[in-house]
């Protein structure tokens, strides 16, 4: 029999869905809302109704589906699907995997968002099936999924791997969504880079970044480093200050699992050469030798399909 996986991919504002087959071809994609009315409470049910009439619309027999891995963002205890929290959807102590397991009947694995993008990427992405592999995503905040010798480190209750709210600022610093503060979160996502971007302008430096503020009403981490490869020195010292504190955090990361690959994913991460090029520097610099020479850092292929894939891996590790 042709034995299919279905991957799922919950996001705050869409959700992913993917049928892949067990050799890991993607058949079908596609993406439904995320409805967060009701505390959210009708999701399991809008993913089910969606899978089943594309199934139905496919003509895929329902029986060669293997079963379904799922990513929630927020805290999962991956040995009973329960999604403790999760701010972005409205969760709390939501048992997402039992209430899919009782609509589809169907094996159900769910795990953290950024732990199954790392899987994703690791099956079919810039990862190559390493036994062990940091993979970072560089968006709105920080998430990351920690790979080592061939399994994702969950944790005593799902949180390991949260190198976003590593402490880098320990003296202060910005305020982090979870509720702290100098979080790498706070300095290397997205929006920590925009922030040290409209900071810079609001102190008065002499930067290209103010006719980029007034011009567009606001600064991305992409005008940041574009700036900075055209010669702006204030843009040049936040990629500095971006790329060391991100390099000083891995290092140290590093150092627990000895990883062959780290994989940087993300919006920011679109900047390539230009942000791996001192990454690389950085990390040189804080790790040991020994764990320099046996990593190497690479961008990640998949972008947004890593989840589905990452999903669809899950039920394939379950079922092989
Ligand atoms: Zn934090």
């Known amino acids: 029999?042709?034995?299919?996986?279905?991957?799922?991919?919950?996001?705050?504002?869409?959700?992913?869905?993917?049928?892949?087959?067990?050799?890991?071809?993607?058949?079908?994609?596609?993406?439904?809302?995320?409805?967060?009315?009701?505390?959210?409470?009708?999701?399991?049910?809008?993913?089910?109704?969606?899978?089943?009439?594309?199934?139905?619309?496919?003509?895929?027999?329902?029986?060669?589906?293997?079963?379904?891995?799922?990513?929630?963002?927020?805290?999962?205890?991956?040995?009973?699907?329960?999604?403790?929290?999760?701010?972005?959807?409205?969760?709390?102590?939501?048992?997402?995997?039992?209430?899919?397991?009782?609509?589809?009947?169907?094996?159900?694995?769910?795990?953290?968002?950024?732990?199954?993008?790392?899987?994703?990427?690791?099956?079919?992405?810039?990862?190559?099936?390493?036994?062990?592999?940091?993979?970072?995503?560089?968006?709105?905040?920080?998430?990351?999924?920690?790979?080592?010798?061939?399994?994702?480190?969950?944790?005593t209750n799902g949180t390991a791997g949260e190198i976003g709210h590593i402490t880098v600022e320990p003296e202060g610093g910005a305020p982090c969504n979870c509720g702290r503060t100098g979080c790498l979160e706070t300095v290397t996502s997205a929006t920590g880079i925009a922030r040290q971007a409209k900071e810079a302008v609001d102190a008065g430096k002499d930067t290209r970044l103010k006719q980029r503020l007034e011009r567009n009403q606001l600064l991305t981490a992409k005008d940041v480093f574009d700036l900075a490869k055209e010669g702006d020195k204030v843009s040049q010292s936040i990629v500095a200050h971006v790329t060391d504190t991100l390099g000083y955090a891995i290092a140290n990361v590093a150092t627990v699992i000895n990883p062959s690959k780290i994989v940087i994913g993300g919006g920011v991460s679109k900047a390539g050469e230009d942000l791996l090029r001192p990454l690389r520097y950085a990390f040189e610099k804080y790790a040991l030798p020994r764990i320099n020479e046996g990593c190497e850092f690479v961008i990640a292929a998949l972008e947004n399909d890593a989840g589905i894939y990452g999903g669809a891996y899950l039920v394939k590790q379950n079922h092989s």
């Open 1 to 155: 029999m042709n034995r299919k996986l279905i991957g799922v991919d919950i996001g705050g504002t869409t959700i992913k869905i993917g049928i892949i087959t067990y050799e890991g071809e993607l058949l079908h994609k596609w993406e439904i809302p995320t409805d967060k009315r009701n505390s959210a409470n009708h999701i399991p049910e809008d993913i089910w109704n969606s899978i089943q009439d594309k199934l139905t619309e496919q003509h895929i027999e329902r029986t060669s589906i293997v079963g379904i891995g799922v990513g929630a963002p927020g805290f999962v205890d991956t040995s009973t699907g329960n999604v403790s929290v999760a701010v972005n959807i409205g969760w709390r102590n939501f048992d997402l995997g039992q209430a899919m397991h009782e609509l589809s009947k169907l094996p159900v694995y769910v795990d953290n968002d950024a732990n199954i993008a790392a899987v994703g990427e690791n099956w079919k992405g810039s990862g190559n099936l390493a036994e062990n592999i940091i993979a970072i995503t560089l968006g709105t905040g920080v998430g990351a999924g920690i790979i080592a010798n061939g399994h994702v480190i969950n944790g």
